[in-house]
Structures are given as structure tokens and as C-alpha cells.
């Protein structure tokens, strides 16, 4: 890619509808590039490692309104740094998991917003609740009241043409709908988290609120 980190998000922002949250996943990308899309007004980055962020974070503190999400897989030893350091994580793909950070938001003094991240199509490569099972584990999410739960992620499984994904990202939004539907005291749905890259658009077309882009906004990663 030969154009800026700045063209393309003046791009792909002027391409986006003005509700959808540009997320700029800057996972192996450097705090010098971050530098840069802050400076094309981007807010908001996603991070897949803690450790990786951490210093990034460290580097960047003169920057105070970023907004970090944590969009990776979160092992159950790295909640705690999870919580201090992301108020948003869009990866929480488990009961245990949910119960872990809700208990360590509370010792905190926290209330992390947080995604379900569910697999509308089975994909044994990818952690996240099926979606039966996230329905069974909904009475008990209810009751973790130091979380924000405010929406659904989903990312499709690969090799997916695009009608196929299409469907997938509807499939999710009209899940979304019917839990909101049931009228939990502490579940929200107003957030879809879809889209990447690869597929943004079509996540976009299907009511995406937060769109996760990485590689066309940072060029391929190593
Ligand atoms: C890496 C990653 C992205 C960004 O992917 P690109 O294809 O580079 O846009 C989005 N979401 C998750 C969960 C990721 O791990």
C-alpha cells in the first residue's frame, strides 16, 4: 500500500456511516503508527495481547483520550491486566471468563464494557459461545451487574463467500435482537461488533455498530 496511514482512514471513515465506530486494530503495528491515525482523528484501537499493548499504552500516555479495546482471546490469568488496562473488551467467550472479570471489575471498582463474542456457525478454530449455548448462559450473565454487557461480537468462519457472511452478520444482529427482546436488567444489545478488513462492508450493510479494521489500515502485518 502506497498511500498513508491518514489517506486511507480519511477513506474508509468518509465510506462508513457517521454511527459506526471505527475501531483501528493496531496490534503489531508501532506506537508510532498509532501516533499517526490518532492524528487522523481515529480514538479508538484494538489490541489482541496484553503484553504487546502494555507498552504501546505505556508509550502513548501523552495521547489521554484514547479509548483501548481488547479484541483478542483473554486467558483467565490476564483478566486482571485486561480490566486495568482496556475499558472495552469485545472478546468475552465464555461463562468462566465472564465470572472472573465480573468478580475482578468488582474488587477494582470497575464496570468494563464488554461483547459476547458468539459463533453463529460452528468454527472449531474460534473460541465464543454457540448460540444455544449463550442463550443458556443468559440468566446467569444477567447477574454479573459490574459488567456493561452491551452487544454481540462475531467474526465468520474462513472460507466463506460473500453471501455467506452476509448472512452470518445478519444471523448475529437478529440474535442480538431477540435477546434484547427478553428484557434483561443487565444485558444490553446495542452494540454488533463485525467486520474486518476483509469483510467490513458487508458487516456495515447488515447494521455493524463497531467495525475492527487492522491490515487496510496498517498495511499486512509481518
Ligand atoms: C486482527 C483482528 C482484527 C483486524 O483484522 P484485519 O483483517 O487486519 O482488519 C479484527 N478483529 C480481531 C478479533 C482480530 O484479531
Redo the contacts with the bound molecule.
Keep these: 500500500m502506497n498511500s498513508s496511514i491518514s489517506e486511507r482512514i480519511v477513506t474508509i471513515r468518509s465510506s462508513l456511516p457517521t454511527s459506526v465506530r471505527l475501531i483501528a486494530?493496531s496490534?503489531q503495528a508501532s506506537a508510532q503508527a498509532i501516533r499517526s491515525a490518532y492524528a487522523a482523528g481515529i480514538r479508538d484501537f484494538?489490541e489482541?495481547r496484553i503484553q504487546e499493548a502494555a507498552s504501546k499504552q505505556a508509550e502513548l500516555q501523552d495521547l489521554p483520550d484514547i479509548t483501548w479495546h481488547f479484541?483478542?482471546h483473554l486467558q483467565s490469568n490476564k483478566a486482571k491486566k485486561a480490566i486495568e488496562q482496556f475499558p472495552w473488551i469485545h472478546?468475552v467467550d465464555n461463562l468462566k471468563l465472564a465470572q472472573r472479570l465480573d468478580q475482578l471489575a468488582q474488587q477494582l471498582g470497575v464496570s468494563p464494557q464488554v461483547c459476547l463474542q458468539v459463533k453463529i456457525l460452528p468454527d472449531p478454530t474460534k473460541s465464543g459461545w454457540s448460540v444455544p449455548e449463550l442463550l443458556a448462559d443468559l440468566p446467569t450473565l444477567n447477574q454479573y451487574k459490574n459488567l456493561q454487557i452491551q452487544g454481540l461480537m462475531t467474526?465468520p468462519p474462513s472460507g466463506l463467500n460473500d453471501p455467506e457472511i452476509l448472512n452470518v452478520f445478519n444471523l448475529n444482529r437478529e440474535l442480538a435482537k431477540e435477546i434484547q427482546e427478553l428484557n434483561w436488567s443487565h444485558i444490553k444489545m446495542q452494540h454488533l461488533s463485525m467486520g474486518?478488513?476483509?469483510d467490513y462492508e458487508l458487516a456495515v450493510q447488515a447494521g455493524a455498530t463497531m467495525v475492527?479494521?487492522?491490515?487496510?489500515l496498517f498495511g499486512d502485518r509481518s
Design positions: 486494530v496490534k484494538g489482541s479484541i483478542g472478546s467474526i474486518m478488513s476483509g475492527r479494521l487492522g491490515t487496510i
